[in-house]
T-cell receptor
């Protein structure tokens, strides 16, 4: 069954440390996305990718980097984690074109202390 | 300012009742709309899409789009306890490809 798998499911990080969130999709979708979900803000787009080797800035990219080494894998990197980055992070994949929906992973809950 | 605004923030409906959710876009480029549903502890799942003016019905769910006012609604008929979830409206424009902008969500509670 096609799916989007995120790891880890939960992560506790220290302020100033480096955090890498991983995402793998078996949907053979070209596009992949990273969102964060916070109460009162809904889902906000951090970075996205149109294919292997490409990354684009979303609406709130500051403090985050992304890496798309292959069609299947898309990582979100926090080089210097801050408490304001405590959130639930969702990865999603989608087909090209404006008319296709996303498949989301189950999320990574990140706590930065 | 949120480009996709949802109302109400939350609503409670009796089992078997009708739940009505609203969504408005402030960006006239947004022409394509989706509804996503998120149960606690899970990722959002696409519920239905609507791209043309008028109604679209899928089972107990009916979406209505008015492109002139950029207003889309979702109506859940015969609500079930399993419909209790967070519902997101999402929108995109053709030029942005497949990049979706989400609202902040409406939390629906179906009372047994």
């Amino acid at each position: 069954e096609a799916a989007v798998t995120q790891s880890p499911r939960n992560k506790v990080a220290v302020t100033g440390g480096k955090v890498t969130l991983s995402c793998n999709q078996t949907n053979n979708h070209n596009n992949m996305y990273w969102y964060r979900q916070d109460t009162g803000h809904g889902l906000r787009l951090i970075h996205y990718s149109y294919g292997a080797g490409s990354t684009e800035k979303g609406d709130i990219p500051d403090g985050y980097k992304a890496s798309r080494p292959s069609q299947e894998n898309f990582s979100l990197i926090l080089e210097l984690a801050t408490p304001s980055q405590t959130s639930v992070y969702f990865c999603a994949s989608g087909d090209q074109g404006a008319l296709s929906d996303y498949t989301f992973g189950s999320g990574t809950r990140l706590l930065v202390i | 300012q949120q480009k996709v605004q949802q109302s109400p923030e939350s609503l409670s409906v009796p089992e078997g009742g009708m739940a009505s959710l609203n969504c408005t876009s402030s960006d006239r480029n947004f022409q394509y709309f989706w509804w996503y549903r998120q149960h606690s502890g899970e990722g959002p799942k696409a519920l239905m899409s609507i791209f043309s003016d008028g109604d679209k019905k899928e089972g107990r769910f009916t979406a209505h789009l008015n492109k002139a006012s950029l207003h889309v609604s979702l109506h859940i008929r015969d609500s079930q306890p399993s419909d209790s979830a967070l519902y997101f409206c999402a929108a995109s424009d053709f030029c942005a490809g497949n990049k979706l902008t989400f609202g902040i969500g409406t939390r629906v509670l179906v009372r047994p």
